[in-house]
């Protein structure tokens, strides 16, 4: 899952950025109006974290923008504007959430993945595929009822080809998901990435596979 962040306090902006890594997203960070609708033309994001007050203007603008075009995606405003008329005219603006500053990480993280798991978003709360059951929420995997251990780009790659199990799944879209901007990828890091997790649901006695179709992406199905 890819989350953008527009919010020009660089500070706030970077533990807001750890704080959602922590929690399992690749994170995008821009400190202006202007940077954000960049990112936004240029990635597919899951959500938006959206603060108002930016120095080339405010925030409402181009959430009001996004939802004239049509765009659904989940936008948490974070604002230090606590006056009821604030919080009205952001929900009414097309906010999904909204929440002030200052504000607890887990809170922020919980908001975020009851958003996700809205009919119609990113997440669901149990994903399953064979004898494979991934909580989303606890970031859990069990295998044949046997809990499992998976390193965290192995967690975010299975997600990914579950919730597309049986459908293609193409390379740059894994990739845009699982990396941000500054991400060190070369061009084979999302093969090596495949293979681990082959490796690792092999080992675990998985019953379904990641196949590779050359030259288009990857699917998982039972296994063969």
Known sequence: MRVLIIED???????????CEAA?????????????????????????ILDLGLPDGDGLGLLA??????????????????????????????????????????ELVARIRALLRRPGQALGRKLTAGNIEFDTVAREVAVGGVATVFSRRETDLLEILLRRQ???????AIEESLYAFGDDVSSNTIEVAIHRLRKR?????????????RGIGYVLSPAA
């Open 9 to 19: 306090n660089r500070r706030l902006a970077a533990l807001v950025a750890k704080g």
């Open 24 to 48: 399992g997203f690749a994170v995008d960070i821009c400190h202006d109006l202007d940077g954000g609708r960049s990112a936004l033309a240029t990635a597919r994001y899951d959500l938006a």
């Open 65 to 106: 923008l996004l939802r004239r075009q049509g765009s659904e995606l989940p936008v948490i405003v974070l604002t230090a504007r606590d006056a009821l008329e604030a919080r009205v005219e952001g929900l009414n603006a097309g906010a999904d959430d909204y929440l002030l500053k200052p504000f607890a990480m887990e």
């Open 166 to 172: 049986g459908r293609v799944v193409p390379k740059d």
């Open 201 to 213: 649901l092999d080992e675990a006695g998985a019953d379904i596979r990641v196949h590779t179709l």
